[in-house]
C-alpha cells in the first residue's frame, strides 16, 4: 500500500514537470498569437517593408529566409548522406573513423556563434564570397551537418541487417545494394532529418549574423550572392534597434519565423507517419 | 564430376577454430543435407560456398573448395565474388522478402542485373513463380505486398526471387524452421522437384527431413565433417560412433 502511494506521488511530480515543459511552448504561442496575429496579414507577408520598417511588409526577410535555408539543406544533405553511408556501411572501425566520429560528436558542441566567425573567416573572406546568401547557407551547412549525417547514419542502420544479406546473396554489389536495397528503405528517416534540420536553421541567427544578413535592402535578393534580410536577424534589429518601432509588426515577426518553423517540423511529422504506414518490416 | 569439393578445409573467426580441416565433395542434380548439434558450423560451411562469410569481420578461411572445377577461395576482387553469388544463391532461415510488391520481389535480381526487362521479365517473373508453383495461387495479386502472404509462401517467394537469377547451386539454410509441419512438407516436395535443375545443399536440425529429401548426408560435429555419404547409409548404419549417438537422440 505504501509504495503505491509513492509511486501515485511520483506520477504526480513526472506529471506536473511534463507540463511545466509544455506551459513555454504554449505561452509563447499563445502570446505571439494575441500580439501579433492582427499584423499577419497578406500585405505583411508579401511586401517590402516601408517607413524604415516601421510599416509595410517583410516579404525580403522571409524570402531571404527561405532561400539560406534552403541552400544550406541543398548542400549539407548530399555531403551528410554521402558520410554516413561511408560511415555506417563501408568504414570499419578504426583510427580514422574514429577521429571522424569524434569530429562529428566535437562539431556538434560547438556554439553557433563561433560558425559565424567561422563563416566571416572561411567564406565571406578568404573565399571572397562576401557576405551572401552562399557564404551563409555554407556556414549553417556546415553547422548542421553532425545532425545530417547522425540522423542519416540512424535511418541507414534502422533497415533491417536481412535486406542487405539478402542482396548480397543475390550477387548484387556492394555499392547497387546501397544504391538499390538500402537508401530507399532509408529515405524516410532521412528526409524526415533534413525537413528538421530546415525548421531549426531557419531561427538560427548567429551564423547568419555576419555572413548573409542585411540590415536593410531595398530590392530582393537576384543571385546567391546577394546579401539579404532574414526573419531572426530582422526580428533582432526591429526589436532593438529600430525606435518606435510598433509592437504588433515585431510580435508579428516572431510569429512568422514561429509558424515558418513549425509548418517545417509538421510536415516532417506528417511525412514520418505517412511513410510509417507504409513500411511494416 | 563432382559440383563442389572442398578440402582441407579450415576456418576461424578470431581465434576460434569453427571449421576444422574439412573435405566433402557435393554431387551436382542431388541433395545434401548436412546435420549436427547446435553450433557446429554447419551455417558456417554454408556460407563458405558463397563466401558470405567475407562480410564479417576476423574471418579467416584456408584450404581448398571448387566449384566446377575452380577454386572459389582464391577469387579476390569483388566482382568475382558477385558472379560466384549468382551461381550459389542462398535461402534464409527465415523467409526475408523485400518490403515490395510479389511481382518486385522476383524482379529484382533480373532487374539489377540487367537479365531481363519489359515482356521478357514479366515472362521470367512468372516462370519463377511456376517453379516455386506460387503461380496458381498468386497470379491475379503480383502487385500485392510480399509482407502480406503467408510464411510458407514468402519463404517460397524467397526461392522465386533466387532463382530467377539462374543459379546452379541453391543452399538452404534451416529453410523450414520457421513453418509449420504441413508448409515444411510442401517446402521439401518444392525441393525434390528442383533438384532436376539444381544442385542443393540444405542445412537443417530436422533428422526426419534430412531422410526424407535428401540423397546424401553430412554430420558435422564441433566444427568437423564427421562423416560424410549416402543418407541411406548414413541412417541405417553410421560408422561414427558420434553419427550414431546423434542420430539416435542422444545429443542436443
Ligand atoms: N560471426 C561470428 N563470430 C564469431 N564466432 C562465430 C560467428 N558466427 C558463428 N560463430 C561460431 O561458430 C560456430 C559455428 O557457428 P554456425 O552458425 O556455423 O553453427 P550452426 O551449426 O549453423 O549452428 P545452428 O544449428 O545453431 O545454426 C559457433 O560456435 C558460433 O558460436
Ligand atoms: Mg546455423
Redesign the interface.
Known amino acids: 500500500m505504501k509504495s503505491r502511494t509513492a509511486q501515485r506521488i511520483a506520477f504526480a511530480v513526472l506529471l506536473a514537470v511534463s507540463c511545466v515543459v509544455f506551459l513555454p511552448v504554449v505561452s509563447i504561442f499563445v502570446i505571439l498569437v494575441k500580439e501579433g496575429g492582427g499584423a499577419l496579414t497578406p500585405e505583411f507577408l508579401f511586401t517590402m517593408p516601408s517607413e524604415g520598417m516601421r510599416s509595410g511588409g517583410i516579404l525580403p526577410a522571409i524570402i531571404g529566409t527561405l532561400l539560406i535555408v534552403v541552400c544550406a539543406i541543398a548542400v549539407t544533405l548530399p555531403v551528410g548522406v554521402l558520410a554516413a553511408i561511408y560511415l555506417n556501411e563501408y568504414a570499419?572501425d578504426n583510427l580514422l573513423t574514429r577521429v571522424i566520429r569524434l569530429a562529428i560528436v566535437n562539431l556538434a558542441g560547438v556554439p553557433s556563434v563561433v560558425f559565424g566567425l567561422f563563416g566571416l573567416a572561411l567564406f565571406v573572406m578568404m573565399l571572397n564570397l562576401g557576405v551572401s546568401v552562399i557564404a551563409g547557407a555554407l556556414t549553417l551547412s556546415i553547422m548542421e551537418l553532425p545532425s545530417i549525417i547522425t540522423t542519416s547514419r540512424n535511418a541507414l542502420s534502422s533497415v533491417?541487417a536481412?535486406?542487405r544479406?539478402?542482396?548480397?546473396?543475390?550477387?548484387?554489389?556492394?555499392w547497387?545494394t546501397i544504391r538499390?536495397?538500402v537508401l530507399p528503405?532509408a529515405v524516410p528517416g532521412i528526409l524526415t532529418g533534413a525537413i528538421l534540420s530546415l525548421a531549426r536553421i531557419a531561427g538560427e541567427t548567429a551564423p547568419i549574423l555576419f555572413t548573409a544578413a542585411a540590415f536593410y535592402v531595398t530590392r530582393l535578393p537576384h543571385s546567391l550572392s546577394d546579401q539579404v534580410m532574414a526573419l531572426p536577424y530582422h526580428l533582432y534589429i526591429i526589436s532593438t534597434q529600430i525606435p518606435n518601432m510598433p509592437s504588433k509588426l515585431t510580435y508579428g515577426t516572431a510569429l512568422t519565423l514561429v509558424l515558418l518553423v513549425f509548418l517545417m517540423s509538421l510536415a516532417a511529422i506528417i511525412l514520418r507517419i505517412i511513410f510509417r504506414r507504409r513500411?511494416?518490416? | 564430376m563432382k559440383k563442389i569439393t572442398a578440402a582441407g578445409l579450415n576456418l576461424h573467426y578470431g581465434t576460434f577454430h569453427a571449421l576444422i580441416d574439412v573435405s566433402l565433395g557435393i554431387e551436382p542434380n542431388k541433395i545434401t543435407a548436412m546435420i549436427g548439434p547446435s553450433g557446429c558450423g554447419k551455417s558456417t560451411l554454408l556460407r563458405v560456398f558463397?563466401r558470405?562469410n567475407d562480410?564479417i569481420?576476423g574471418v579467416r578461411v584456408a584450404g581448398n573448395v571448387e566449384l566446377d572445377g575452380e577454386n572459389i577461395l582464391a577469387y579476390r576482387d569483388?566482382?568475382a565474388i558477385?558472379?560466384?553469388?549468382?551461381?550459389v544463391?542462398?535461402v534464409?532461415q527465415?523467409p526475408?522478402p523485400?518490403?515490395l510488391s510479389v511481382f518486385e520481389n522476383v524482379a529484382?535480381?533480373m532487374r539489377?542485373?540487367k537479365l531481363a526487362r519489359g515482356r521478357e521479365l514479366e515472362d521470367r517473373v512468372a516462370e519463377s513463380l511456376k517453379a516455386v508453383l506460387l503461380w496458381d495461387a498468386l497470379k491475379d495479386k503480383l502487385k500485392r505486398?510480399a509482407?502480406s502472404l503467408t510464411l510458407e509462401q514468402r519463404q517460397r517467394l524467397?526461392i522465386a526471387?533466387?532463382i530467377a537469377?539462374t543459379p546452379d547451386v541453391i543452399l538452404l539454410d534451416e529453410p523450414c524452421s520457421s513453418l509449420d509441419p504441413v508448409a515444411t512438407l510442401k517446402i521439401e516436395e518444392l525441393m525434390l522437384e528442383l533438384k532436376k535443375r539444381y544442385t542443393i545443399i540444405i542445412v537443417t536440425h530436422n533428422m526426419a527431413q534430412a531422410a526424407r529429401v535428401s540423397d546424401e548426408t553430412g554430420f558435422m560435429l564441433l566444427g568437423r565433417l564427421v562423416e560424410f555419404g549416402e543418407t541411406s547409409r548414413i541412417f541405417t548404419a553410421p560408422q561414427a560412433k558420434e553419427t550414431e549417438e546423434y542420430i539416435t537422440g542422444r545429443y542436443g
Not at chain 1, 544479406?165 to 556492394?174: D, N, Q
Not at chain 2, 558477385?82 to 551461381?87: E, G, V
Open positions: 570499419k533491417p536481412s535486406f544479406e539478402v542482396s548480397l546473396s543475390l550477387g548484387v554489389s556492394r547497387r538499390h536495397v528503405n513500411k511494416k518490416w | 558463397n558470405m562480410a569481420e569483388d566482382e558477385d558472379i560466384l553469388r549468382r551461381k544463391g542462398m534464409f527465415r526475408n523485400f518490403p529484382f535480381g539489377i542485373h505486398s509482407l524467397c526471387r533466387l537469377v
